[in-house]
């Protein structure tokens, strides 16, 4: 049956991640990331200027998110091409490193998002990192990928949230220290939540409906009512009253002089 093909590839392209909160779904085909973590936003990093260390020590704003990598003084914080030779051939991408005992390279988000995925290049090939997301439960997925030098990583969690640490918890190679990575095709999903914005201006719109209606049915008062009392008052609206000030004139019985 056609059934057992779509269900046996999301079944070999996610491996749910057991833990105390088996919170978090890895994925490693984007086809069916997508399909299951919703609409998507695509950042591919060719509308920023390659720049070295651009986000070393320092937080670099990419738009819905920034990104941050510790003090290294190798590649590393650097929005640019790969090296000759690298999996992303000239296209932009950014590139972390992370050692056992300092930098760590960090994404943050400026709203709450549920999934998260990426094409990268040489990650976890050389040590052990760990992706950490920064939700509630404090879900640590370590990965390991010592073959692979490009492929797709995709998480989805179903604890919202806005930062996605990588970290290196030991060596898996040699007895050197540091991990480099270029990360290029950044999918993300915002969390949908409820507008309180917008729900803030609803409640002002009914509530200057219902001034609006209450000043309809009360009766002029203060100033403008005195205003009226007479247009050769000063701030009598003449434009508007002229028609009626013939008609204030035969109330008051003043018009009688005028006639012949
Ligand atoms: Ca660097
Ligand atoms: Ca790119
Ligand atoms: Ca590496």
């Known amino acids: 049956m056609n059934l057992k093909i779509p269900v046996l590839s999301l079944f070999l392209s996610c491996v749910p991640v057991i833990g105390a909160h088996a919170a978090i779904v890895q994925f490693d085909d984007r086809s069916v990331f997508e399909a299951n973590a919703g609409a998507v936003t695509l950042q591919d990093f060719e509308g920023f200027a390659a720049e070295v ?9 990419f738009g819905d998110f ?12 650097d929005i640019g091409v790969p090296p000759a030779g690298g999996n992303f051939g000239s296209t932009n991408v950014i590139i972390g490193a992370t050692f056992i005992s300092a930098a760590v390279f960090e994404l943050t988000f400026d709203s709450p998002i549920s999934a998260i995925g990426f094409d990268a290049g040489e990650l976890a090939d050389q040590r052990s ?40 918890i030991g060596f898996s190679s040699g007895g050197g220290d540091g991990d480099g990575f270029t990360i290029d095709n950044l999918a993300y999903a915002v969390v949908p939540e409820p507008s309180t914005g917008l729900l803030f201006a609803s409640g002002l719109a009914m509530l200057a409906a219902r001034r609006r209606q209450g000043s309809q049915r009360r009766p002029t008062k203060g100033r403008s009512a005195r205003a009226a009392k007479s247009p050769f008052e000063p701030g009598y609206a003449r434009g508007s009253m002229r028609p009626s000030v013939h008609g204030w004139i035969l109330s008051r019985g003043l018009d009688r002089g005028s006639r012949p």
């Not at 260390?53 to 704003?61: K, S, T, W």
């Not at 920034?66 to 914080?77: E, I, K, L, R, V």
């Not at 950490?132 to 073959?147: E, Q």
């Open 53 to 61: 260390d651009a986000f070393e020590d320092a937080a670099f704003d």
């Open 66 to 77: 920034s990104a941050f990598n510790g003090p290294n003084a190798f590649s590393g914080g």
């Open 129 to 168: 990192d760990r992706i950490i997301f920064d939700n509630a439960a404090g879900d640590v997925l370590t990965v390991f990928d010592p073959v692979d030098q490009l492929r797709f990583w995709g998480f989805i969690s179903d604890t919202p949230f806005t930062t996605l640490t990588i970290s290196q």
